[in-house]
């Protein structure tokens, strides 16, 4: 079944930089890579999403950009903020088979203020 | 909508007792999913169900039953709790195939002791 890596598992940054998170996955077949942010004492909540028949997706500071031959996609942030601190979850799955989606172990990142 | 509701948040459970996680949705969405998540760890996927009266294992289903008996409830039974079931659940929902995001409900903390 698919196998999903997550790097790093914390990151702390000083507010306005810039955060990456890279997530690589094993089966090729997978064609759909969510992330998911998870604040304290809740759920996780899907932030933004992509399909394999696209290398980049932008929504204001947050972007996602996926390699389907090295079987990578990584998560930007811009103009990090305190409230962007959050555990942050990779996942992928074969898009019409929703029933099997693999989660990274997430991303601890701290923005300090 | 309320979205997705779990009760109960917190339970402590003695080994071999049983219990059962109750979750509902008030979006009138097809898929149900509930998930573990352990410390460290990205969600692992116990059982799903892709309409009322359709139920399957996902990776990790042994020590749970579930129920769906109709669309709005997708009760997690657990039967003879286990240390190794401590953990903090979550269900989930979505409207697949018009949409892929899962919705995540608040999540309930188990201990067995």
């Known amino acids: 079944g698919e196998n999903v890596e997550q790097h790093p598992s914390t990151l702390s940054v000083q507010e306005g930089d810039s955060a990456v998170i890279k997530c690589t996955y094993s089966?090729?077949?997978?064609?759909?890579f969510p992330w998911y942010k998870q604040e304290l004492g809740k759920g996780p909540q899907l932030i933004i999403d992509i399909r394999s028949n696209v290398g980049e997706k932008k929504d204001q500071r947050i972007a996602v950009t996926l390699n389907k031959t090295a079987k990578h996609f990584s998560l930007h942030i811009t103009e990090t903020q305190p409230e962007d601190s959050a555990v942050y979850f990779c996942?992928?799955?074969?898009?019409?088979?929703?029933?099997?989606?693999?989660f990274g172990a997430g991303t601890r990142l701290t923005v300090k203020p | 909508n309320a979205g997705v509701t779990q009760t109960p948040k917190f339970r402590i459970l003695k080994i071999g007792q049983s219990m059962t996680l109750q979750c509902t949705q008030d979006?009138?969405?097809?898929?149900m999913y509930w998930y573990r998540q352990d410390p460290g760890m990205g969600l692992k996927l116990i059982y799903y169900s892709v309409g009322a009266g359709i139920t399957d294992k996902g990776e990790v289903p042994n020590g749970y039953n579930v129920s769906r008996s109709t669309t709005e409830d997708f009760p997690l039974r657990l039967e003879l709790a286990a240390p190794s079931q401590t953990s903090v659940y979550f269900c989930?929902?979505?409207?697949?195939?018009?949409?892929?995001?899962?919705?995540f409900g608040p999540g309930t903390r188990l201990t067995v002791t």
């Open positions: 989930a929902s979505s409207s697949v195939p018009s949409s892929y995001e899962q919705y």
């Open positions: 996942a992928a799955s074969i898009r019409d088979n929703n029933n099997d989606m693999r």
């Open positions: 979006m009138n969405h097809n898929y």
């Open positions: 089966d090729s077949a997978s064609n759909y």
